[in-house]
């Protein structure tokens, strides 16, 4: 069974910082190209990074300079490195492939930044 397991969220203060993991299983995702999902209460779910298979990444606008994709091979695992975390940064964060693939969703990792 293919699954993708998001961990690491939590309740954090307006500019604290927190790190998510997603650690693939099933299958190696190390040839494909990896992004972060959020969702937040109300919204659709948005795109918010990407990393290519050489590590090439990009960011929506919105987060782009206080966050950090990165991704490890061997452990079959995609990391976002999220700094000066802000209210409007709450959300369920989900990683997927790209293009995602509706059978990966999984359960996500919810980020909520108090003021």
């Known amino acids: 069974q293919v699954q993708l397991v998001e961990a690491g969220g939590g309740l954090v203060q307006a500019g604290g910082s927190l790190t998510l993991s997603c650690v693939g299983s099933?299958?190696?995702?190390?040839?494909?190209?990896m992004s972060w999902y959020r969702q937040a209460p109300g919204k659709q779910r948005e795109w918010v990074a990407v990393?290519?298979?050489?590590?090439?990444?990009n960011y929506v606008a919105s987060v782009r300079g206080r966050f950090t994709i990165t991704r490890d091979n061997a452990k079959n695992t995609v990391y976002l490195r999220m700094r000066s975390l802000k209210p409007e940064d709450t959300a369920v964060y989900y990683c997927?492939?790209?293009?995602?693939?509706?059978?990966?969703w999984g359960q996500g990792t919810q980020v909520t930044v108090s003021s």
């Open positions: 099933g299958r190696d995702f190390s040839s494909n190209v």
């Open positions: 997927n492939v790209v293009p995602a693939i509706d059978d990966y």
């Open positions: 990393i290519t298979r050489s590590g090439s990444t």
